[in-house]
């Protein structure tokens, strides 16, 4: 009896060791919540509509249990709006806690979420003040999280597979939604209810993802992020 216990015990801290070494070889990846759709809720499943920003980061993060076997997650709340609500000072103050974050060794890539109606303004200003190479991931949903098939927890997923990808590093701030990774210059939205609303026409996709497995096809041509002429400029480093 006492010989099996050992076994046991020997066996359970084996796993535990097993555990913690992954946890210290997987990446770390801050979620930034700033509300939008895909934090959306409405009264049914199947209502068309629903009121943004309702959804806090931790319900958002537990709805993606599967993310933390791809990298080891925090998350913070920055605002909770609707993106028809975005504001200069979110702006500001999103861009400045990126900053401080990825200025940190123990960091090595951010997602944000967002609303999907100023997603290509605050993706194209951050792909502007940012001021490092690390990799910067905006996404977004098309239906609210309680909707009968939504779109977030899958984005969400893939979002931070690309974020923990060193691949993704000094190509700019990436846009994921749909299993397209865009780049924050050349995306566009183009549709107010499809899945597939977000379009890369003139200057093509940056890649593709599907299910945390990322396909890299091009780096954005222009200046971004750390060579950009206002790196930094106006927020803290």
Known sequence: ?????????????AVSAALQV?????PNIVILATGGTIAGSAESQTQAGYTSGQVGID?????????????NITGEQVSNV??????????LKLAERVNQLLAKPDVDGIVITHGTDTLEETSY??????????????TAAMRPSTALSPD????????VAVAADKNAQGRGVLVVANDDIHGARSFTKTNTNDVQTYKSIEYSLIGVNLKGQNRWFRSPVHRHTTASANAGEGVEN
Do not use: C, E, H, R
């Open 82 to 91: 609707g993106s028809q609500d975005m504001t200069d000072a979110i702006w």
């Open 59 to 71: 319900i958002l993060m537990d709805a993606v249990p599967q993310i933390k076997d791809i990298a």
């Open 125 to 138: 200003f951050l792909n502007l003040v940012i001021n490092s190479k690390k990799p910067v991931v905006m």
């Open 1 to 13: 009896m006492i010989s099996k216990l050992l076994t046991s015990t020997v066996a359970l801290l």
């Open 152 to 159: 977030g927890p899958l984005n969400i997923y893939n979002a």
């Open 22 to 26: 992954n946890a210290a070889t997987m």
